[in-house]
């Protein structure tokens, strides 16, 4: 059974030594000369101005993680949908009780003022 397997182990070792080697290569290789110009910054053209790592409201985060999670909901959704007919009783009940937790999610999200643009 494992035997089945050794043409994907080899390509995966296969691709970790050609990634090695080509980073050893590049290192080796490269060129070393250090200007002033290549360690500025640069922001179209200009001299920089502000900080370079700005500070950011949670509330940005907050949005973006809600936004993953319900994203992931249509993953879930969308295949139990598509064979609907097909699925047993059983399945649909979890379906349902996986919805009803995602609500619940949901709610308390509101609750919290998660969902406010402001």
């Known amino acids: 059974m494992l035997i089945e397997y050794l043409p994907v182990i080899a390509m995966v070792l296969i691709a970790a030594i050609v990634a090695i080697v080509f980073l050893f290569l590049a290192k080796w290789l490269g060129a ?11 922001e179209s053209g ?11 409201s949670i509330k940005y985060y907050m949005i973006a993680v809600s936004f993953i999670v319900f994203d992931i909901e249509v993953v879930f959704l969308y295949p139990w949908a598509v064979r609907l007919r097909e699925n047993s009783p059983e399945a649909f009940g ?3 009780l996986f919805i009803f937790v995602l609500f619940v999610g949901w709610l308390w999200e509101y609750k919290k003022g998660g969902l406010q643009w402001d």
């Open 46 to 56: 200009l001299p920089p101005f502000g900080e370079s790592h700005p500070r950011v």
């Open 94 to 96: 979890a379906m349902m």
């Open 32 to 42: 070393r000369r250090s200007t002033y110009m290549k360690r500025t910054t640069y």
